[in-house]
């Protein structure tokens, strides 16, 4: 990790304890990473996934675990994202959800119950990941799992492959190096995603032509 991760200990700032010990410390880092959010646009990699969920007969389930909405600006429908989404706020008193200010403050209260206890809407270390029976289901009915530019260290999702293999489906790996998990996949391909993705993809799209 580098960036703003390297300036940070993550017991400070991703998990629900750093949340209620130092409220203003964990939002003055999720501001600093939603600003620089805002300031990304997406690559050709985001948009060469999206051009494949448009254009292919079957479907194309994207799950990321990343938090923020590059995959959505890119045109991505739908998207799960296991582990949040930082443009948006939770309320940890009621639940609801809406869409973050460009900063947020301990003392913001919650649109829907007034109560001082709105947080960014990710998952912290510590806390369950979003969508696990919905991309365990999408999963068990697929004909492919592809896999790009993660570490293959972080559970549960470092076992979809595990899975995809026990279902016999065939997995492929896209990522600058092999990850932890790279054994496991069927075929890998090492290299810069934004170059990966978008070739792989004009040539899955090629064959149904």
């Known amino acids: 990790m580098g960036g703003l991760w390297s300036a940070y200990d993550l017991n400070d700032v991703a998990t629900p304890e750093s949340f209620a010990r130092d409220p203003a410390l964990v939002h ?3 501001n600093a990473r939603r600003q620089n959010c805002r300031m990304a646009s997406p690559n050709a990699a985001h948009a060469a ?4 969920q448009r254009n292919h007969s ?19 429908r739908p998207v799960w994202q296991m582990h949040g989404d930082i443009t948006g706020a939770l309320c940890a008193a009621c639940g609801h959800r809406w869409a973050a200010p460009e900063e947020m403050k301990p003392s913001d209260p919650c649109p829907a119950c007034g109560l001082a206890a709105t947080r960014p809407d990710v998952v912290w270390f510590g806390e369950y990941p979003r969508f696990l029976d919905e991309i365990q289901n999408r999963l068990e009915k697929s004909e492919l799992f592809v896999s790009i530019g993660t570490s293959g260290s972080v559970y549960p999702a470092a076992g979809f492959v595990s899975t995809a293999n026990s279902l016999g489906i065939r997995t492929l790996e896209f990522n600058l190096e092999p990850s932890e998990t790279a054994t496991a996949f ?7 995603a934004s170059e990966l993705v978008p070739a792989w993809v004009d040539e899955i799209l090629s064959q149904t032509r």
Not at 49 to 52: F, I, P, R, V
Not at 58 to 76: M, Y
């Open 28 to 30: 003055d880092f999720y």
């Open 186 to 192: 069927m075929e890998a391909r090492n290299g810069r």
């Open 49 to 52: 996934l999206a051009h494949l």
């Open 58 to 76: 079957s479907e194309v389930h994207l799950v990321t675990q990343n938090i923020d909405d590059l995959h959505g600006r890119a045109g991505s």
